[in-house]
T-cell receptor
Framework: KQEVTQIPAALSVPEGENLVLNCSFT??????LQWFRQDPGKGLTSLLL?????REQTSGRLNASLDKSSGRSTLYIAASQPGDSATYLC??????????????FGKGTHLIIQP | DAGVTQSPTHLIKTRGQQVTLRCSPK?????VSWYQQALGQGPQFIFQ???????QRGNFPDRFSGHQFPNYSSELNVNALLLGDSALYLC????????????FGSGTRLTVV
């Protein structure tokens, strides 16, 4: 059974710092890995998706890397801003029966950026 | 281009009652998945519908059932509600065989009292 762990569970840093969020998964046979952002009481916003054949993806100040063999991914946020405050969720999916399976999520990292 | 639409946004039910939640997928998407997110937890996969059939199911009891209509919209039904069913229910749509991930709705907040 696939399990996803995110470290740290919570993080509070001053504005302007660069930071790294970590995600690990137990079964390396993934199809892709996705990072999401969730604001309090809201749905999920997809930030970055990395296919299993890729090593990293970048979008603006965000960079996500994937090491499938070791079962790890990191989300790097550069020059953090108060608007980055949210919960960040990592999720993996596998491919079976000709279609993508349901996502398996970690519990998330609750990030607070202090002004 | 409309994203994923869920209704209602909030709902309060009494233990033992039944509830139906609705989801309209993003335009062009044909697959709908449902997730339950308890407070402080990551979403848990309930089931996925494709071509009006349940294709995959997570570790949820039979009290949780669903349906997908020919226009790809979907319903989640929960019978005999328990206090522990209180959660944010998220719907996600995707295009089958397309590797570019899922689009999530804003969710339905269900409170069971």
């Amino acid at each position: 059974k696939q399990e996803v762990t995110q470290i740290p569970a919570a993080l509070s840093v001053p504005e302007g710092e660069n930071l790294v969020l970590n995600c690990s998964f137990t079964d390396s046979a993934i199809y892709n890995l996705q990072w999401f952002r969730q604001d309090p009481g809201k749905g999920l916003t997809s930030l970055l998706l990395i296919q299993s054949s890729q090593r990293e993806q970048t979008s603006g100040r965000l960079n996500a890397s994937l090491d499938k063999s070791s079962g790890r991914s990191t989300l790097y946020i550069a020059a953090s801003q108060p608007g980055d405050s949210a919960t960040y969720l990592c999720a993996v999916t596998t491919w079976s029966g000709g279609g993508a399976d349901g996502l398996t999520f970690g519990k998330g990292t609750h990030l607070i950026i202090q002004p | 281009d409309a994203g994923v639409t869920q209704s209602p946004t909030h709902l309060i039910k009494t233990r033992g009652q039944q509830v139906t939640l609705r989801c309209s997928p993003k335009s062009g998407h044909d697959t709908v998945s449902w997730y339950q997110q308890a407070l402080g937890q990551g979403p848990q996969f309930i089931f996925q519908y494709y071509e009006e059939e349940e294709r995959q199911r997570g570790n949820f009891p039979d009290r949780f059932s669903g349906h997908q209509f020919p226009n790809y919209s979907s319903e989640l039904n929960v019978n005999a509600l328990l206090l522990g069913d209180s959660a944010l229910y998220l719907c996600a749509s995707s295009l089958d065989r397309d590797p570019y991930g899922y689009t999530f709705g804003s969710g339905t907040r269900l409170t069971v009292v």
